[in-house]
């Protein structure tokens, strides 16, 4: 079992849907956890970052964690041809090394 | 204002080759990681470095692959008579300093091993 489990997708949506993407941990010691966006053929980039449970928003953009369930999302309101990308969850273990999810496709069609 | 960058971004090599992936991280960030993502996959860690000090090499698939930062700034990953498997893209990513959690993600170097 991998330490974080996401749904790869691919996601097809119309523009201005809201999206939700998910993922599950097994480490209940994790503390940090990261959204990131990678556009094709590009580096990841940060998205979104908290620690420990509860929520955070920016812009079009909340987190949620809930860690009595391992469980974290991506909320993205009013979504755009933009968004289109691979979003990749993600747990800090130790040095600050990444443990990530294999990543969502998301594509928002105009 | 530079971000990291990487070096080829493009190899194709012949199984058995040995090949040297370079990364530029930003100026002054302390720590450096490399990952690997497969095709479809997310990335996965292959090692860390505090300024020269490679601190954990954990994930380093096998012996063939070796990662230096000698002066603590440039880090080359080196992969030693490629195999098949080893085509993926590599990602290097630096951050400020080790309580530093984000981490500035390199375009990353695609290797293709035919």
């Known amino acids: 079992q991998k330490e974080v489990e996401q749904d790869p997708g691919p996601l097809s949506v119309p523009e201005g849907a809201i999206v939700s993407l998910n993922c599950t941990y097994s480490?209940?010691?994790?503390?940090?956890f990261m959204w990131y966006r990678q556009y094709s053929r590009k580096g990841p980039e940060l998205l979104m970052y908290t620690y420990s449970s509860g929520n955070k928003e920016d812009g079009r953009f909340t987190a949620q964690v809930d860690k009595s369930s391992k469980y974290i999302s991506l909320f993205i309101r009013d979504s755009q041809p933009s968004d289109s990308a691979t979003y990749l969850c993600?747990?800090?273990?130790?040095?600050?090394?990444?443990?990530f999810g294999a990543g969502t496709r998301l594509a928002v069609h105009p | 204002g530079a971000g990291v960058s990487q070096s080829p971004r493009y190899k194709v090599a012949k199984r058995g080759q040995d090949v040297a992936l370079r990364c530029d991280p930003i100026?002054?960030?302390?720590?450096l990681f490399w990952y690997q993502q497969a095709l479809g996959q997310g990335p996965e860690f292959l090692t860390y470095f505090q300024n020269e000090a490679q601190l954990d090499k954990s994930g380093l698939p096998s012996d063939r692959f070796f990662a230096e930062r000698p002066e603590g700034s440039v880090s080359t990953l080196k992969i030693q008579r490629t195999q098949q498997e080893d085509s993926a893209v590599y990602l290097c990513?630096?951050?400020?300093?080790?309580?530093?959690?984000?981490?500035?993600f390199g375009p990353g170097t695609r290797l293709l091993v035919l």
């Open positions: 993600a747990t800090s273990g130790g040095y600050n090394k990444l443990i």
């Open positions: 480490n209940s010691a994790f503390q940090y």
């Open positions: 100026s002054g960030h302390v720590s």
């Open positions: 990513a630096s951050s400020r300093n080790i309580a530093q959690e984000t981490q500035y």
